[in-house]
Structure formats: C-alpha cells, structure tokens
C-alpha cells in the first residue's frame, strides 16, 4: 500500500511541477519587452513596450 502512496505523490508533484513551469512561462512572456521614452515639446513620455 505505500508504494502505490509513493506512486500517487511522485505523480502529483510532478504536476504540480508542470503547472508552476508553465504558470512561470506565460508570466514572463506576458511582460513587457522594454521601456521607450520620447522627450518632446509636450514633456517626457515613459511607455513599456
């Protein structure tokens, strides 16, 4: 019986695992590449690209 214990808790770390990986991966391909200001008569712009 602890061996089918072990087996359910390797597998579900292992998802846990995946779901945080790929939690991280769309967390930093949703954040901006950058910043760009621009200094104009109007002041200075500051706009994440």
């Given amino acids: 019986m602890t061996r089918n214990n072990s087996l359910y808790l390797v ?27 621009s200094i104009g008569q109007d002041g200075v712009k500051v706009q994440e690209n």
């Fill in 11 to 37: 597998i579900g770390a292992l998802v846990v695992a995946v779901v945080g990986l790929g939690a991280y991966v769309i967390n930093e391909e949703n954040k901006p590449k950058g910043v760009e200001l």
